[in-house]
Nanobody, 120 residues
């Protein structure tokens, strides 16, 4: 199955910012909706942000006001802007999306994961 392509993770100090990207695998695909998950060692996978097909975003309480999810104008890339990062944000972040190709929507594409580490 064709996967989403994630990028943007890295090491950042507390209070810093990162922007994660989740790209459809080709120009013939657009992202219908997207979920951002994260999983830290010893913790369950957590849904942190969503963007619907209408462009409406939702967030878990711990990231509200700090994270923002958006899609580009072409609809082929979803971004997760993360500001004022905290050590507890450290995790592997995964995007999960439904893609549209030739007016057909297919669910359950996943990115490969990108590591976000927040530490001084």
């Amino acid at each position: 199955q064709v996967q989403l392509v994630e990028s943007g993770g890295g090491l950042v100090q507390p209070g810093g910012s990162l922007r994660l990207s989740c790209a459809a695998p080709g120009i013939i695909f657009t992202i219908y909706n997207c979920n951002w998950y994260r999983q830290a060692p010893g913790k369950q996978r957590e849904l942190v942000a969503q963007i619907t097909n209408k462009g409406i975003s939702n967030y878990t309480d711990t990231v509200k006001g700090r994270f923002a999810v958006s899609k580009d104008n072409a609809g082929n890339t979803v971004y997760l802007q993360m500001n004022n990062l905290k050590p507890d944000d450290t995790a592997v972040y995964y995007c999960n999306a439904a893609l549209v190709v030739r007016q057909i929507t297919v669910r359950d594409y996943w990115g490969q994961g990108t590591q976000v580490t927040v530490a001084s």
